[in-house]
T-cell receptor, first 111, second 114 residues
């Protein structure tokens, strides 16, 4: 059974800082890994999708990496802004097409 | 193009009642999945439907059921509501039902059971 863990659970940083969010998973037989952003009381916004054959994906100030052998993924946010404040969730897709989510990292970027 | 839409946005029900939540996928998408997100936790998989057939089911009781219609929209039904069913219910669509396709989420339906 796939289990996904996210560390840290909460993070508070000053504006402009570069930061890394961590995600680990127990089953390396994943098809892909997605990072999502969730604002309070809202749905999920997909940020980056990494297929199992890829090692990283980039979108603007965001870069996500995937290491299946170690069961780890990281989300790197460059030059953080107050608008980046949200909960960030990672999710791995295994057989059966279901996503298994971590519990998220709540990020606060202070002006 | 419109994204995934869900209705209603918010819902308040009493214990023991029944509820129906609705989801319309992105145009052209044929697979719909349902997730439950309890406050402070990550979403939990409930169902996946592809081409009107159930393709996956999470660890939820039989009080939860779903179906997919010919236009690929979907309904999630929950019978005999419990206080613990209070959650944000998220619908996600993907182009096809395979394992590698990206899932796109709707805004969710906030269900409160009193």
């Amino acid at each position: 059974k796939q289990e996904v863990t996210q560390i840290p659970a909460a993070l508070s940083v000053p504006e402009g800082e570069n930061l890394v969010l961590n995600c680990s998973f127990t089953d390396s037989a994943i098809y892909n890994l997605q990072w999502f952003r969730q604002d309070p009381g809202k749905g999920l916004t997909s940020l980056l999708l990494i297929q199992s054959s890829q090692r990283e994906q980039t979108s603007g100030r965001l870069n996500a990496s995937l290491d299946k052998s170690s069961g780890r993924s990281t989300l790197y946010i460059a030059a953080s802004q107050p608008g980046d404040s949200a909960t960030y969730l990672c999710a791995g897709k295994t057989s059966g097409s279901r996503l298994t989510f971590g519990e998220g990292t709540q990020l606060t970027v202070n002006p | 193009d419109a994204g995934v839409t869900q209705s209603p946005t918010h819902l308040i029900k009493t214990r023991g009642q029944h509820v129906t939540l609705r989801c319309s996928p992105i145009s052209g998408h044929k697979s719909v999945s349902w997730y439950q997100q309890v406050l402070g936790q990550g979403p939990q998989f409930i169902f996946q439907y592809y081409e009107k057939e159930e393709r996956g089911r999470g660890n939820f009781p039989d009080r939860f059921s779903a179906r997919q219609f010919p236009n690929y929209s979907s309904e999630l039904n929950v019978n005999a509501l419990l206080l613990g069913d209070s959650a944000l219910y998220l619908c996600a669509s993907s182009l096809l039902g395979g394992d590698t396709y990206e899932q796109y989420f709707g805004p969710g339906t906030r269900l409160t059971v009193t």
